[in-house]
């Protein structure tokens, strides 16, 4: 099992306006749920690049920010993972940055890779595709949708916490 150096919520990604100092090293990305890996990609900088498909979603211009998108709020839910290809779980790969991408890609079988990933797996039926039209407002009120589930997740976590 392939461990990511970070994982959150996309409600609490969209909430980080710039790339904390010790994410700046994490070269590889995926968008999932629970069960599914909906997209595996790279960059020399992954969050800004997580950052990019979200906002090329508006625009049709990134399948997997328009399937973010489109699925609002329920992809609130969805999980980013940043991974550095540098790390001891690459090694054997030669911490090569397309061997480490292609290898996610082949251990997750995302949704929306073709390139390198023989038999996508295919979109679970609960989820609207990215083609569909898009029904959520603009960023600034998804943000605060998120902050406000972020808010109120920490709320029930406190109000636990003291039972």
Not at 16 to 34: G, H, M, N, T, V
Not at 66 to 94: D, T, Y
Not at 113 to 128: D, H, K, V
């Amino acid at each position: 099992m392939t461990t990511p150096e970070v994982s959150l919520s996309l409600k609490r990604f969209l909430l980080i306006e710039q790339c904390p100092a010790e994410w700046k090293s994490l070269d590889l990305y995926l968008f999932r749920d629970q069960e599914v890996v909906f997209y595996v990609g790279q960059s020399h900088l992954a969050f800004a690049r997580v950052w990019e498909h979200l906002l090329s979603g508006f625009k049709g211009h990134s399948i997997v920010g328009r399937f973010v998108w489109n699925n609002w709020p329920v992809s609130m839910k969805f999980n980013i993972e940043l991974f550095s290809s540098q790390a001891e779980q690459f090694n054997s790969l030669g911490n090569d940055l397309n061997a480490a991408e292609r290898a996610l890609i082949q251990q997750y079988a995302p949704c929306f890779n073709i390139s390198l990933n023989q038999q996508p797996t295919p979109l679970p039926a609960a989820y609207r595709p990215p083609n569909a039209r898009l029904r959520c407002g603009g960023l600034n009120k998804l943000i605060h949708q998120a902050e406000r589930a972020v808010r109120d997740e920490d709320n029930r976590r406190w109000v636990e916490e003291l039972e």
